[in-house]
Structure formats: structure tokens, C-alpha cells
């Protein structure tokens, strides 16, 4: 029985498992630190996967990166934790080195994919997806397919312009969603409170971090609640824009910031129903989050391989 080999290329740790193809179970999962603002991620990859690579056949390798990147052309552009990493030919160099298929998507379109293909979005044809967490990614499903674009490029839905001329996102533009609701958002609306003075239990700290912003939350802090208030507030326009283009029978949202619950979900789910168009949209759509856990980059791939090889083979 051949074997697939998966690969979560995080902001963090570069992980790698070795699966059935026809499994969830992974055979074997191995990581190590991404350490991007150093030279040499190539290597430390190509290491990790040596260090998993089975005496079984291997049917294919598939990797889900952060982007923007370019899955046609197994092209990475550019990505913020990989700063050398730009134009880089990563399916061409895996394949040169371990002679099997290779596959790459985009993080957060492989996480829609292994939800729906093995979690919350299971027995759905059309999904949206979005991580909050760091940054705002997203995916859809659309008629049992991954929506991938042109270029392979769609579904940037961290970078929709909510509030022009607003806060600055990562990418550099201004107003993006990602910068409003996604965990640093948060703590830039904090911490933008503090210096005009509004009091509040936690301190003005630029590590502050969302987690902590949460917990004061939690224990009753007024300014706190404000911030999840108010990104839920604008996640909910956003969310109804999402439903008018794409018109899902279920959203479901992953990362760490939606794992705060209430917090965030009451005021997006107001705002969401004051911004639909018309209430038909909300008709029995399901908004539940996400269930693959830290599992969902690996599950991503290993479903994206599972289909490319399927298509190959009819």
C-alpha cells in the first residue's frame, strides 16, 4: 500500500506525517523549528522530510504554505515568516530531489479542504472557512471544489477592505479585515484605547497579546469586551459580503482567536444579521468552528493529494 507524505509549513514549526493513502491515522508526524529569518529553511525542510521518509512506496508529497503563492505553478511569491523565500520553485525542487508527484496550496485553502473533507464540513458542497488567528486566511468549497482562481490566488478573505483608511494590515494596506479582528487587530484596538487614556485591567504593553486581552475579558474587563466587540462587529459585515458571494450552507471558523467563543461570535452574529441582505441567506446555514484542531494543515494536504491523485488516475 503507497503512502503519502504531508507537509504544514507554519509561522512557527515545519511539520511533516506520513499517511495511508486511503487514512487519517498518520503513520509517523515529525517537526522542528521554521526559524524563517534565518538562511537554510529549504534545508531544514528537506531534512525533516528525509526523516520521515517510508520504506513504502511514496504516491505523492503535498504542501500547505503561507502565501501568496501560486499551486499551478508550485510557485511560492512571497511569504512573511520565509523572508527568502521569494519566487521560490518549491514543488520543482521537491520533485527533483524525491522524484514522486508534488503538490502546494495555500495554508488556509488546504485547512477549507480538510474540514471539509474530514471535519466540520463534512456531507456540505459549499463551505467557507476562515482561520482567525495571527492573520485572517481563508478558503472556500464551492460545489464540492476547492474555489482556487486564475492563479490559484482566490479567497483572500483576511485582505477585503472593512474600514478604508483604517488600521494597517500586514500585507501593508490599509482597513484590511486582518487587521481589525484577527489577534493582533484585537490588541491594536486595545492598546489604541490606553493611549487616549480609557481605563482598563490590563496594562499598555506592546507584547500585549490576545490571549491576554481575552482573559481580561473574561473576568469582567469593560475595555476588553469593547475590543471583541468590536472586531466581531466588523466580522460580521464581512461575513455577510462572504454569504452574498458565495452562499454557503456552512462557516466555520478555526484559530486561536475563535476559540474565545461568545466573546467574539454574539456581536459577529448581530452584526451579521443587520448586514445581510435578505434573511434567506441565514436560512439553515450552520456557523460552528472548526474541528481538525493543529491536525488541519496536515489533513489539508494529505485531502488535496487524495484528490489530485484520484483525478490522475480516471
Sequence with gaps: MSVIVAVDIGGTQLRAAVYPQNSTEPQNIQRTATK??????????????DSIWPQEEVAA??????????????????????????????????????????????D????????????????????????ISTGIGGGVICDNRLLSGARGMATELGHVTVVPDGPLCSCGRPGHLEAI??????????????QAHRSSTLPYDTALTARAVAQAAHAGDALAQEAFTHAGTILGRALADFLHMFNPSIAIFGGGVSLVGALLFDPMKASLAKSVMDASYLEDLIITTAELGDSVGLLGALALAQIKLHQSSH
Design 36 to 49: 524563517g529569518r534565518e538562511k537554510g529553511v529549504y534545508d531544514r525542510l528537506t531534512s525533516l522530510i
Design 108 to 131: 488556509a485553502n488546504l485547512a477549507a479542504l480538510g474540514e471539509w473533507r474530514f471535519g466540520a464540513g463534512r456531507g456540505h458542497k459549499d463551505v467557507l472557512y476562515l482561520t
Design 181 to 194: 479582528a484577527s489577534g493582533p487587530g484585537i490588541v491594536h484596538y486595545v492598546l489604541g484605547q490606553l
Design 61 to 106: 508529497v503535498c504542501v500547505a504554505s503561507p502565501g501568496p503563492l501560486n499551486p499551478h505553478e508550485g510557485l511560492i511569491y512571497s511569504t512573511p515568516n520565509i523572508p527568502a523565500w521569494v519566487d521560490f520553485p518549491l514543488v520543482q525542487k521537491l520533485r527533483d530531489r524525491y522524484h514522486v508527484p508534488t503538490f502546494l496550496d495555500n
